[in-house]
């Protein structure tokens, strides 16, 4: 490990100054408020970093020196990728996220301060917490591999009061879609604020994205779809991944005008 990294990675004070003053100079009385330290435990860390030539002084005023934005404008994406995958060690370890592209899996840190939502065995089959979450959005854009037989209705609905919906089913949800709902869909493929596309290939995945909130189902590694957790977030990059993801498998889908 070089000594740079060391320096870095050894000391969350450390770690959390050159984070600070990644968004511009602070007081020195600033950095003691926002990072809660004291001067006795936070000054030998000032002068180590002074040292590497990682932060400078003007009077009372710390900012990062050219070479310290360079390291901390690297560092930063690292360590909230980290932060990601450390929240919750066990569910993406026991999870398959090779669904998602590889240019969006490496931007994972974008779902920012998310919660894994767990629903209880006796829950399982429960999705009020998931509609009413949507419930009152203003778009909503999803990938769904399965389907529930509250779905159909409740989306059309949404349609209906002018939210604009746009789903890319898989090839075997269009095809239960057909078979069992195909009024609702029928209906909603005549509305203008409604999109069905139907991906080219299977998706083992299920995701929804509206204008404030984010939800991923993923499989578990063996194969199994974890119905009882969800990964959901309300942060704006969040969103803005979801889209990304949606985007993607857009363009690997063909649109629905008609049903056969």
Same mark, same amino acid.
């Given at each position: 490990m070089s000594d740079l990294l060391s320096i870095i990675s050894a000391s969350d004070k450390r770690r959390n100054l050159l984070i600070l003053l990644d968004s511009g100079p602070?007081?020195?009385?600033?950095?003691?408020?926002i990072? =809660? @330290?004291t001067s006795t435990g936070m000054l030998p860390q000032v002068k180590i970093l002074e040292e590497e030539h990682?932060?400078?002084r003007d009077g009372k005023k710390f900012s990062l020196t050219p070479?310290? =934005? @360079?390291l901390t404008t690297h560092m930063v994406p690292l360590i909230r990728t980290m932060d990601i995958f450390d929240k919750n060690?066990?569910?993406w370890h026991e999870h398959n996220l090779d669904v998602l592209p590889y240019e969006i899996l490496l931007d994972i840190r974008d779902l920012g301060d998310y919660r894994?939502?767990?629903?209880?065995?006796e829950e399982i089959f429960d999705i009020n917490t998931f509609l009413n979450n949507i419930a009152q959005s203003k778009t909503v854009k999803g990938v769904s591999h399965t389907i529930h037989p509250r779905y159909p209705n409740?989306?059309?609905e949404l349609a209906k009061k002018g939210v604009v919906a746009s789903l890319i089913l898989t090839?075997?949800?269009?095809?239960?879609?057909?078979?069992?709902?195909?009024e609702a869909l029928e209906e909603g493929l005549k509305l203008k604020t409604s999109s069905v596309f139907v991906s080219k290939k299977e998706i083992k995945f299920s995701f929804t994205v509206t204008d404030s909130y984010f939800s991923l189902s993923l499989f578990y590694n063996n194969g199994v779809f974890d119905s009882k957790n969800d990964v959901v977030s309300n942060d704006p990059s969040a969103l803005r991944w979801g889209e990304r993801i949606f985007s993607y498998f857009l363009k690997q889908s063909e649109k629905v005008e008609k049903i056969d």
């Amino acid at each position: 490990m070089s000594d740079l990294l060391s320096i870095i990675s050894a000391s969350d004070k450390r770690r959390n100054l050159l984070i600070l003053l990644d968004s511009g100079p602070k007081e020195w009385d600033e950095i003691k408020r926002i990072l =809660k @330290v004291t001067s006795t435990g936070m000054l030998p860390q000032v002068k180590i970093l002074e040292e590497e030539h990682l932060i400078e002084r003007d009077g009372k005023k710390f900012s990062l020196t050219p070479m310290g =934005k @360079v390291l901390t404008t690297h560092m930063v994406p690292l360590i909230r990728t980290m932060d990601i995958f450390d929240k919750n060690k066990k569910y993406w370890h026991e999870h398959n996220l090779d669904v998602l592209p590889y240019e969006i899996l490496l931007d994972i840190r974008d779902l920012g301060d998310y919660r894994i939502i767990e629903n209880s065995d006796e829950e399982i089959f429960d999705i009020n917490t998931f509609l009413n979450n949507i419930a009152q959005s203003k778009t909503v854009k999803g990938v769904s591999h399965t389907i529930h037989p509250r779905y159909p209705n409740f989306f059309l609905e949404l349609a209906k009061k002018g939210v604009v919906a746009s789903l890319i089913l898989t090839p075997g949800v269009f095809k239960i879609m057909k078979e069992k709902y195909p009024e609702a869909l029928e209906e909603g493929l005549k509305l203008k604020t409604s999109s069905v596309f139907v991906s080219k290939k299977e998706i083992k995945f299920s995701f929804t994205v509206t204008d404030s909130y984010f939800s991923l189902s993923l499989f578990y590694n063996n194969g199994v779809f974890d119905s009882k957790n969800d990964v959901v977030s309300n942060d704006p990059s969040a969103l803005r991944w979801g889209e990304r993801i949606f985007s993607y498998f857009l363009k690997q889908s063909e649109k629905v005008e008609k049903i056969d």
